[in-house]
């Protein structure tokens, strides 16, 4: 929690996005991004011993997903991610900001993205 109260008081469009290293994902034949998360926790193989339940999920972006999915660099921040956005979809994609901080922090929340403050990293 005091780490959202800290990124409140910053502009979040200012954050880098960084794809996090322990997500597998692939692009399919039609564009799509399709993520990888791997269930092998202890819990996940004694629920799957017991459930048979798969031992990887794949999630399906959409189109929009995967078109931030693919601008995600690790070098492009949120507000340059949007222009991308806006570029691509225009006036379906809005209300842009909205929308796009939404999805980033679903995929934070998931820790499928991780967020660098470009000033701490100038700081360093």
Known sequence: MKGLR??????????VVVKSEDVDWKEL???????????????????????????KTKIDLDKTGSFIWKCIDGKRDIYEISKLVKDEF??????????LITYINILRNNKFIKLINKQEEIRC
């Open 6 to 15: 800290k990124m409140k008081k910053e502009n979040f469009l200012d954050f």
């Open 29 to 55: 034949d039609n564009g799509i991004i399709q993520i990888i998360i791997w269930r092998n926790s202890l819990l996940d193989k004694i629920v799957r011993k017991f459930f048979n339940t798969p031992e």
């Open 90 to 99: 225009g006036k379906k994609a809005e209300p842009l900001n909205k929308r």
